[in-house]
């Protein structure tokens, strides 16, 4: 049954949209899912109560397996006439003055094709259309030959882009967010927070912008090359395979473009098992990366082919972040590919690790748009400069807080934003929240790039901090001992304004752990939260600020105070947990307003309630083992797990624990001396 929003995207949106979870039954896997999802969309058109069992038979009979193409050939030549579901390419011969036509399953054959099928079908000359194709043995002039006779579309060649943007008015920002990751078939409810389901639409991002260098590293079955390839025919899938300057490049014997010539977006899967036997590949792929030029053989030529690179990494003990004995995340690439020259033309690292195993429960069983139309209007909106303009106009804020921001990590930065612009915004007009919570994806996802790079070059690439306006910063979450160790030592030892260590418990281990809550009162209105994983942190948060409004003013703090500038609030390593922190979030704004430090070696945990009473949380035992293992040395929770201390004397005993009641009890021990 559709949810509310499905309702509201079939209104809108009718034909142009479809049941996601359709689309993945059984027997359909022959065909890209965007042909897939055309051909039901069709039979529903023609029927709404269309079987889907028809089009999955359909697809077995008119499809074959790479093991029965002699079969299927010599069937044609016997009976003069066959029909195929499949790609189809067209190629002009100029010299020859004719076309030839090329199937993929039929490799090693050329086909014929007439001038009128190439006029009514143009997209078959850039890379190929999927569809029927009707084919014919002829066997009337000097030499038999395959013909192609007929041909049917099974994609959209140009769609309705207006559409697409007339129908972004009618949703919020985090609906529209919503209606993007089910159009990818994703369910929205997978994803625990805006960040999560921002980092899954970058994946999105090589069709929506021109020249965009993407990598993507977790472990197995996350689908990190699965939703690009189902979206478009406009998007190659090299698979672990000998990567050569001909193949990807120009082919100078056969003077024709390569696949990054002629694809909107070519995907290097299984990049370990990559083999580079060509030295200069490299060197081409270098000059690509950098400029969009394609340079071979004294022929100079450019392309707007975005390229993705993904691969298979090990995660360590704690199965949410990658293994800590590799030397850099690059060392999974070919030897040749991680270079520090190739890693800084990178626009992007996507942490494949934070997003989730495909599964049924995570797959969408709502209303989104049709694969091929979502893909094919991706790529229209990508030759709109408008949207490039917008974003540079507001990405002056840009600044860093430590080092420099260079040309790359600027131009890395705007591509991002250029195309989740067009992703979030395709009627041009920007939420500044959402525009905000996209930067810090942005910015988060260069830094990746740049902290490998540290790694791998350390003598010529330093550490750095790039920030947005006055909202804090976003710090890696797994980067661990580097940066979560730098703070552990500094609200050891000093008093810090605006940050406070949060305890919690991972969800599934059940071991404590901490984080930091980092807070600073900055230009705007209202609230926002970057580097949160859990829609109960979320909330805790959202009752935290309303206590404050709530109960301020007997802690020295009119409500009007809190609310003249926007909280921006931002969690460091907060990893997994279904855990609450009222209590921390609130001492920390507490203390970005006043302008009070907290005191040194302080770690919280418990809930909020509205008017300011603690509410108890579970796991303290394994919280205050976390703290003094972390080296803090005061511990505030909730007066209504004082019984649990009794568990655990010889912790308690070698540190200060305070049971609370109140904000305001916890609020005179934190900002005490």
Not at 185 to 212: D, I, M, Q, V
Not at 217 to 245: D, E, F, H, Q
Not at 271 to 297: H, Q
Request: overall charge neutral; hydrophobic content about 40%.
């Amino acid at each position: 049954m559709e949810n509310e929003l499905s309702k509201r995207v079939s209104e809108v949106f009718g034909e142009l949209v479809v049941n996601k979870k359709a689309a993945l039954l059984g027997g359909l896997e022959k065909v890209p899912r965007f042909v897939t999802e055309y051909l039901l969309a069709s039979a529903r058109s023609k029927r709404p109560d269309a079987d889907p069992t028809l089009v999955r038979e359909r697809i077995r009979r008119f499809t074959i397996d790479a093991d029965r193409k002699n079969e299927f050939v010599s069937r044609l030549m016997r009976e003069g006439k066959a029909t195929l579901i499949t790609l189809l390419e067209v190629e002009p011969l100029p010299t020859r003055n004719e076309h030839v036509a090329r199937i993929t399953q039929l490799d090693g054959h050329v086909l014929s094709i007439g001038d009128e099928l190439i006029a009514r079908h143009p997209e078959l000359l850039y890379g190929g259309m999927w569809g029927s194709v009707e084919l014919r043995y002829d066997t009337s002039g000097n030499k038999p030959s395959m013909v192609v006779e007929g041909f049917t579309p099974y994609q959209l060649a140009r769609p309705d882009t207006e559409a697409f943007r007339r129908g972004r008015t009618h949703f919020t920002f985090d609906e529209w967010v919503d209606v993007m990751v089910t159009s990818a078939g994703y369910n929205p409810a997978a994803f625990s927070t805006l960040r999560h389901k921002l980092l899954l639409l970058c994946r999105l991002l090589p069709l929506a912008e021109n020249n965009l260098n993407l990598v993507e590293l977790g472990p197995r079955n996350t689908g990190k090359s699965y939703l690009l390839r189902s979206l478009s025919a406009r998007v190659y899938l090299s698979s672990g395979a000998r990567a050569t300057p001909a193949s990807f490049f120009y082919d100078l014997n056969k003077k024709r473009l390569g696949l990054i010539g002629v694809k909107k977006a070519v995907i290097f899967d299984e990049i370990s098992s990559t083999s580079i036997s060509d030295p200069s590949f490299a060197a081409a792929l270098l000059d690509y990366m950098e400029s969009g030029a394609i340079s071979r053989g004294g022929r100079q030529m450019t392309s707007d082919c975005s390229l993705v690179f993904t691969g298979n990494i090990e995660l360590g003990p704690d199965g949410r972040s990658p293994r800590s004995d590799y030397p850099h995340l690059f060392h999974v690439f070919p030897p040749e590919l991680a270079q520090s020259a190739i890693v800084d033309r990178v626009h992007a690292f996507i942490p494949g690790w934070e997003l989730p195993k495909i599964s049924d429960q995570r797959l969408s069983d709502e209303v989104g748009f049709l694969s091929d139309y979502f893909g094919e209007v991706l790529t229209e909106l990508r030759r709109d400069p408008a949207f490039g303009d917008a974003v540079r106009d507001r990405l002056g804020g840009l600044r860093a807080e430590r080092g420099e921001i260079t040309i790359r990590d600027r131009r890395a930065i705007e591509r991002v934003m250029t195309g989740l612009s067009r992703i979030l915004f395709p009627d041009g007009n920007i939420d500044e929240r959402g525009f905000e919570a996209a930067v810090q994806v942005a910015i988060e996802l260069r830094m990746r790039v740049h902290e490998q790079l540290t790694k791998i070059s350390p003598g010529e690439y330093k550490e750095k901090v790039i920030g947005f306006r006055d909202a804090p910063a976003p710090l890696l979450p797994e980067k661990g001992s580097e940066a979560s160790g730098t703070l552990d030592a500094l609200v050891n030892r000093e008093p810090t304004v605006g940050m406070v260590t949060l305890l919690y418990v991972h969800e599934g281990s059940g071991g404590g752990d901490r984080g930091f809550v980092q807070c600073a009162h900055v230009g705007g209105k209202g609230l926002s939260l970057t580097g949160a994983r859990t829609l109960e942190l979320e909330r805790s948060l959202r009752t935290a600020y309303d206590a404050l409004l709530q109960e301020g003013a007997r802690l020295g703090m009119p409500a009007e105070r809190l609310l003249e500038r926007k909280m921006a609030v931002h969690l460091v390593s907060v990893g997994e947990t279904k855990e609450a922190g009222g209590l921390a979030f609130a001492l920390a704004m507490l203390s970005a307003v006043s302008g009070r430090p907290l005191r040194p070696g302080l770690a919280v945990t418990g809930d909020l309630a509205l008017h300011g009473n603690v509410i108890g949380v579970a796991g303290i035992p394994e919280k205050v083992r976390a703290a003094l293992s972390y080296g803090r040395t005061t511990v505030i929770l909730p007066a209504t797990n004082r019984d649990e201390l009794r568990q655990i004397p010889e912790l308690v005993a070698r540190m200060e624990v305070h049971p609370v009641a109140t904000l305001a009890e916890a609020a005179e021990i934190a900002f005490s001396s």
